[in-house]
């Protein structure tokens, strides 16, 4: 399964922390579109979709949520719980969002434009075409 945790540079001082993200150095695509979710209601689950190319990094800014992976053959769940966290998911795994804090920010940075065609949105039809693969 194709999905790295990312550990970013912190800078810091008494002032308070900072982290960078820059293309092609700390992501490894470079970045078409920036999305963040927030006030997700208890109990949400969110995603359920898997991408046929797209990539993502996702960094739970504030707050903590947790992510189900799925490759077609295997399940794991990535707990994203610190700012300098980011969770690298390529194309062809599916995702669940969920367990969100209430203060959870959930920030996205994808490899390409919002493109409704690259989305597979039904589990079986996931299933079948990673299998044709």
């Known amino acids: 399964m194709h999905v790295v945790k990312y550990m970013f540079q912190q800078h810091g001082d008494a002032r308070g922390m900072l982290v960078a993200l820059e293309e092609r150095r700390d992501i490894p695509f470079e970045i078409k579109r ?8 208890q109990g949400v689950r969110r995603g359920f979709h898997a991408h046929k190319s797209l990539e993502q990094i996702l960094v739970c800014i504030h707050g903590s949520c947790k992510i189900l992976l799925d490759n077609g ?14 969770l690298y998911i390529a194309n062809d795994i599916w995702r669940e969002m969920y367990d969100f804090s209430p203060d959870a920010v959930l920030l996205v940075l994808a490899s390409d434009f919002y493109r409704e065609e690259d ?4 589990y079986d039809e996931f299933l079948k075409s990673i299998n044709h693969k």
């Open 34 to 41: 920036v999305y963040y979710l927030y006030d997700t209601g």
């Open 73 to 86: 053959h295997e399940k794991k769940v990535a707990a994203l719980e610190k700012p300098y966290e980011g």
């Open 119 to 122: 989305y597979i949105r039904d």
